[in-house]
């Protein structure tokens, strides 16, 4: 394995409620950086970073699980924290060795209460947050509602910078005047 610079490590923690896609982007990211030849599904209990029998048997994550990507010469190490709040202690956990915190939302429900909590921890702890919009091809998905909550509840601070295709084609003309 190679020997990487401190400079080149970011510790990245994975949050949200149950059900907004942590476990499952989690395999995503392993398949794209070549890590694992195929993504497991939470649904055949087959995924990286839930594997104790009692995730499987629950099908939702218990405890913290740390993977490492390496993408674009940096070392990657990545959290898929618990979702329930019946296991915050293993997401707080994560946050203090973390650089960054990626708070996923399902864009069916937008902010939800874990949301929120999660949110306030990483501001207690002054970890910057990044709200990734998930789930983006629901049935009730809707990502324009979904951004004008984050805003509303945080401020000015929140920006999209990056929209996928499916949002792209969906927005009027003129908002990109």
Not at 68 to 79: A, S
Not at 115 to 137: A, G, S
Not at 148 to 157: A, C, F, R, S
Request: charged fraction near 20%; hydrophobic fraction near 35%.
């Amino acid at each position: 394995m190679r020997v990487y610079q401190t400079n080149e490590i970011k510790n990245i923690a994975l949050l949200g409620n149950d059900g907004s896609g942590k476990t499952t982007l989690t395999e995503s990211l392993l398949y794209e950086a070549g890590v694992i030849s195929r993504r497991g599904r939470i649904t055949q209990k087959n995924t990286v970073s839930d594997y104790f029998p009692v995730e499987q048997e629950y099908g939702y994550s218990v405890f913290s699980t740390v993977y490492n990507v390496e993408w674009n010469n940096k070392k990657l190490n990545m959290i898929d924290c618990p979702g329930s709040d019946d296991f915050v202690g293993a997401a707080l956990t994560a946050l203090e060795v973390t650089d960054t915190c990626v708070i996923l939302l399902n864009g069916q429900y937008g902010p939800e209460v874990g949301t929120q909590n999660h949110f306030r921890y990483t501001e207690k702890l002054k970890k910057p947050v990044i709200f990734l919009v998930n789930q983006l091809d629901g049935e009730k998905c809707d990502y324009h509602g979904t951004l004008e909550k984050l805003k509303d509840i945080y401020g000015p601070k929140v920006i999209p910078i990056q929209l996928s295709m499916k949002v792209l084609t969906s927005m009027p003309s003129s908002t990109f005047c």
